[in-house]
Nanobody, 125 residues
Framework: EVQLVESGGGLVQAGGSLRLSCAVS????????IGWFRQAPGKEREAVSC????????YYTDSVQGRFTMSSDKAKNTVYLQMNSLQGGDTAVYYC??????????????????WGKGTLVTVSS
């Protein structure tokens, strides 16, 4: 059974940092692109970042470029999203995603095969 389990969300002040984790199980980590999406209140879900299955290249949406960093620990089957300089606009439920195969650009929701249940990040001003 494929499972993506997010953790690490919470309440943080603007300018602060959080690290989200996505524990992956049920498939071979190397064959899948893992991504992070977010959905803010009243808005559509958007892709934030994803790490390609083949070479680990990470792609980011423009609004988080330079502030967020994806990394992975294959031994732990876990992917991380380090979020720095958090802003009010980063408040959202963050979802981990998985799609089979490599990517050459930011992940698309239509290509996602599996989703986690999400973790809430709230940035206070």
């Amino acid at each position: 059974e494929v499972q993506l389990v997010e953790s690490g969300g919470g309440l943080v002040q603007a300018g602060g940092s959080l690290r989200l984790s996505c524990a992956v199980s049920g498939f071979t980590f190397d064959d899948w692109t893992i991504g992070w999406f977010r959905q803010a209140p009243g808005k559509e879900r958007e892709a934030v970042s994803c790490m390609s299955a083949d070479d680990g290249t990470a792609y980011y949406t423009d609004s988080v470029q330079g502030r967020f960093t994806m990394s992975s620990d294959k031994a732990k089957n876990t992917v991380y999203l380090q979020m720095n300089s958090l802003q009010g606009g980063d408040t959202a439920v963050y979802y981990c995603s998985a799609e089979v195969g490599p990517v050459e650009q930011l992940c698309g929701e239509e290509d996602t095969d599996y989703w986690g249940k999400g973790t809430l990040v709230t940035v206070s001003s």
